[in-house]
């Protein structure tokens, strides 16, 4: 670019220019304009090329904040969820108590017959299972939260799945506890 003002200037310092040498002038000048025009073109493009990458990403957050806010949303229903389990389950165990104290109370001297140890042992059993399925829970929780933590554009579709397994184990849970039958 320093020539080509070199050669501009060699022209305009000339004491008697000619028609040919403001031609040439111009020519130059008019060069130099159409290669900072391609040069700006392709500024433009880039440009235009990252605000699309731009765009993109602002719908991805957008998308990903929504997701997040609905996965808010059902991991309190979630939590809601456990603590009535959890509750329901300390009821349970309080009334099995409270069933084996009276056992004891009113029939000290008779052997629980066996309809009744089968009961206890099927209603040991659900708690069990009740309980193992809370600790399930409990893991994969963990494991939500690990993956909502690690790498955001693939971590919500683990964690939606990973949500839809943890109510499908909720509505195992209820299941099993509509079974529990205290008699």
Partial sequence: ??????????????????????????????????????HLLQFANQLEQK??????????????????????????QFQL???TL????????????QLNADSK?????IRCNLKTDQDRSITYELMDSVDTHLNELDQ?????????????DHSILKTTDELQTCFHDVHNLQETIK????E
């Fill in 105 to 109: 109370s009113l029939l000290p001297n």
């Fill in 51 to 76: 605000q699309q990458s731009l765009n993109q990403t602002t719908n991805s957050i957008i998308q990903t904040q929504n997701l997040l806010a609905n996965l808010e949303k059902n991991l309190q």
């Fill in 86 to 97: 959890a509750k329901y389950n300390d009821e349970l165990e309080t009334s099995v108590e």
């Fill in 179 to 182: 079974q529990i039958k205290i």
């Fill in 140 to 152: 994969t929780m963990k494991q939500i939260n690990n993956a909502l933590q690690i790498n955001t």
């Fill in 1 to 38: 670019m320093s020539s080509i003002n070199g050669s501009i200037s060699a022209i305009l310092n000339k004491p008697n220019k000619t028609t040919d040498d403001l031609q040439q002038v111009i020519d130059e000048w008019h060069q130099n304009l159409l290669r900072n025009e391609e």
């Fill in 81 to 83: 969820s456990v603590q």
